[in-house]
């Protein structure tokens, strides 16, 4: 069965009233911009804006309002899930608490996501443990009381980077120092542990961790570039497995990946697979050093890519 045009869907729900020219321009566009299932959603989400009279049919004057709820929720849908919640909070916030400041909110959490990141929380618990608390929290109490609130736990975050000083001590062989010493504490950690696996002969190690490494910032160059739903599993929660994504990757004219980084993106991958699930493989010394170069190209190129460096 043919699927309706968004155009359509649209004029289903205005009707008896019609789309002007540019109400059609504009839905067009969007329809370049999302997916089609994502705009069927929102529009079915921003029908809430729409006003009837008592008549039950719709108000002319709330019919650009729709529109634009149509734009703005498919926007929002589209970001990653970290965002989207605290797009969530953030609206939530400006409903219910007075004077609440939309800049130092955002900006606030955006620092404590950072500083979680930096201390290996992953972007499941992220969002559970810190994000969705933080929403249900977000109603009828004083903006100085939340942003303190927040702002403990931001310094909480602070202090508990501080402790964590671990020196790994490492020799920059395949990734050297000044490529990572001012990344964000995860990253520069990652970095060391691939060194000093490999400079005391734990290849396997190294490969896990070399892959761990292209895997994230793979993921990292996919949000950067607002495209993140190419990776996504069916189920809208989670990511596509890494060979997946390198078939994504190698295809995808946005990322706009260099001819070397696709030719030699899924080695990484097939070592590090080998190392952590094949029974009789025992990776060496001889499996790694060859590829070494072409591995520090593919992570700088990633690094850039992801805006972990600029």
């Known amino acids: 069965m043919a699927r309706k045009k968004v155009e359509t869907i649209v004029k289903d729900k205005i009707k008896p009233f019609l789309l002007k020219d540019k109400d059609s321009d504009f839905l067009d566009q ?28 719709v108000i002319e004057a709330s019919i ?5 709820k149509i734009d703005s929720i498919a926007h929002n849908k589209s970001l990653p899930l970290i965002e989207q919640k605290i797009v969530h909070i953030d609206n939530k916030g400006k409903k219910y608490i007075m004077e609440w400041d ?15 990141k930096s201390l290996r929380w992953s972007n499941e618990r992220i969002v559970k443990e810190f994000l969705e608390e933080t929403l249900t929290e977000t109603r009828n109490v004083e903006w100085s009381t939340w942003f303190k609130k927040i702002k403990k736990f931001n310094n909480k975050i602070k202090k508990s980077i501080k402790n964590d000083n671990r020196t790994i001590k490492q020799s920059g062989t395949i990734l050297p120092e000044g490529l990572f010493v001012e990344l964000p504490h995860n990253f520069g950690s990652i970095c060391k542990q691939i060194n000093a696996s490999y400079e005391n002969h734990l290849y396997d190690c190294t490969a896990v961790m070399m892959r761990h490494l292209l895997e994230i910032l793979l993921v990292l160059s996919y949000q950067k570039a607002n495209i993140e739903n190419e990776i996504m599993a069916s189920d809208g929660k989670h990511h596509v497995p890494l060979d997946s994504m390198i078939k994504n990757a190698v295809n995808n004219s946005k990322l706009a990946l260099s001819l070397s980084t696709k030719n030699d993106m899924r080695h990484f991958k097939d070592l590090g697979n080998y190392s952590a699930h094949k029974i009789w493989y025992s990776c060496t010394k001889g499996d790694l050093e060859p590829h070494i170069l072409k591995y520090r190209a593919i992570i700088e190129e990633l690094f850039y890519k992801s805006g972990i460096k600029k």
């Open 64 to 68: 650009q309002r729709f529109l634009k």
């Open 102 to 116: 939309s800049q130092e909110a955002c900006v606030l959490l955006q620092a404590c996501v950072k500083g979680l």
């Open 30 to 57: 969007l329809s370049r911009q999302y997916s089609y299932r994502l705009l069927v959603n929102s529009i079915d989400e921003a029908t809430k804006y729409l006003e009837y009279d008592e008549n039950g049919q």
